[in-house]
């Protein structure tokens, strides 16, 4: 096989990914000709604020952080002029039906700009073909504890590698070197208004960042009732959306934070966000699933342009 022609990291700047660029700092693993992180205009302010403190410990052992961004995902979402790229928001039908929105957010706000910069890097920006045998090594943030999301590139010129997998380390033991290096305090990586937050992370948004909570409140109340393109389109959806799993405004949530919440969720890194458009477990009644006598019936309706999974419990 032959050597890759650059080598890169695919930095969330969640708990993962920043200790694979400490392990990077110190020579425990091979160094990175760069470190990619991409911006989706929404990150909490911890998230950039830990990214400028990353910034400084990697200068020094050469390792450019770059920050690359296919816009702001809160204001894209908002413009009426924009194409709304679908997030997994949680859903109400008209008659009660709970699901989730299809998961486009990742694809174009996190991995698509990281593949562009990597082509450009290679010298072979889109439309031009990267010939064959030229491609970048990507290092990928997944832990043993997550080894279900580990996958190939989807293209030939990024190769990706997990070196948490080779040294068998979990989500604990990346947090655990991290506190040694004095960055006990990572956060996870994922959008200020991410639906996949547990209630902890709510909690925490709401007490530690009260501009940042009330940003994501006016921007659940914003988005209840679909895009703004598809509205304008005039194709409104039937039903709501909801940041929150309990399909309720988000400023009037009861929250409970869970004990396991803190390991319960993997940060949105580009190759390691939660599955999109899962059926939510939590709204077929337990009662219904064990005897067998709710009758099950899942279909995708297409409403304001949004693919919509809908888990309908029937008697």
């Known amino acids: 096989m032959s050597d890759p022609t650059a080598r890169y990291l695919s930095l969330g700047a969640g708990i ?13 693993i ?23 403190r990353l910034e400084q ?15 702001n995902i809160r204001d894209d979402a908002l413009d009426p ?19 989730m929105a299809r998961r486009q957010c990742t694809s174009e706000y996190k991995i698509r700009p990281i593949k562009t910069e990597v082509r450009r890097r290679l010298g072979y ?17 997944i832990s043993v504890d997550e080894v279900h999301r580990a ?21 604990g033991d990346c947090s655990t070197f991290l506190a040694e290096h004095g960055l006990a305090d990572t956060p996870r990586s994922a959008c200020l208004g991410c639906p996949f937050h547990t209630d902890l992370e709510w909690v925490r948004l709401r007490e530690q960042d009260p501009a940042g909570w009330a940003d994501a409140v006016a921007f659940d109340a914003a988005i209840r ?5 598809a509205n304008a389109d005039g194709h409104p959806l039937r039903g709501q959306f909801f940041l929150h799993r ?22 949105c890194g580009p190759w390691s966000c939660p599955h999109p458009a899962e059926p939510v477990t939590e709204d077929i009644p337990a009662a219904a699933a064990a005897a067998g006598s709710g009758n099950v019936s899942g279909l995708r309706e297409l409403s304001g342009h949004f693919h919509i999974v809908v888990v309908e419990i029937t008697a």
């Open 81 to 99: 002029a924009h194409r709304f790229a679908s997030m997994p928001l949680f859903t109400l039908g008209p008659n009660g039906e709970k699901g």
């Open 30 to 52: 091979p160094a990175f000709d760069a470190a990619i992180f991409s911006d989706t205009g929404w990150e909490p302010v911890a998230v950039y604020s830990h990214l400028r």
């Open 246 to 267: 309990q399909r309720v405004p988000l400023g009037e949530v009861v929250l409970r934070p869970r004990a396991g919440d803190e390991q319960e969720t993997p940060g």
């Open 57 to 71: 410990l990697a200068a020094p052992a050469g390792i450019p952080i770059v920050r690359v961004s296919a816009g």
């Open 16 to 28: 993962q990914s920043s200790a694979l660029l400490l392990l990077a700092i110190h020579r425990r």
């Open 225 to 229: 009732q679909g895009s703004a393109r």
């Open 125 to 141: 920006p889109h439309p031009a073909r990267v010939p064959a045998g030229t491609f970048a090594q990507m290092t990928i943030g």
């Open 151 to 171: 996958r190939d590139s989807d293209v030939a010129y990024m190769r990706n590698i997990f070196p948490l997998l080779d040294l068998g380390w979990r989500r």
